[in-house]
């Protein structure tokens, strides 16, 4: 997630990024400012959940038919 721009799969099952310049870095502290959570525990938890370096948890991944497009952040 560092340094990266957020990149997701539509329902359709193409990819798309939701902007050109909004990283998952500006997104995880602008939670963390809104819910007076640690930003760092909300990374944590999204890389619990994608299973850490190798995003191996394909339940959050937004490609497992029939559930494309959906995400469980």
């Known amino acids: ?3 990266s721009l957020i ?3 539509t329902t359709s099952g193409s990819t798309k990024t939701y902007d050109s310049s909004t990283k998952y870095s500006d997104v ?3 939670a963390a400012s809104g819910s007076g959570m640690s930003a ?3 990374a944590s938890k ?3 959940k994608n299973g850490g370096t190798t995003a191996s948890a ?3 991944c ?3 038919s029939p ?3 959906i995400y469980n952040y």
């Open 28 to 30: 995880i502290m602008k």
């Open 40 to 42: 760092y525990y909300l």
């Open 46 to 48: 999204i890389k619990q």
């Open 7 to 9: 990149t997701y799969a």
């Open 67 to 69: 559930f494309q497009g």
């Open 58 to 60: 394909s339940a959050v």
């Open 62 to 64: 937004g490609t497992v």
């Open 1 to 3: 997630m560092y340094d």
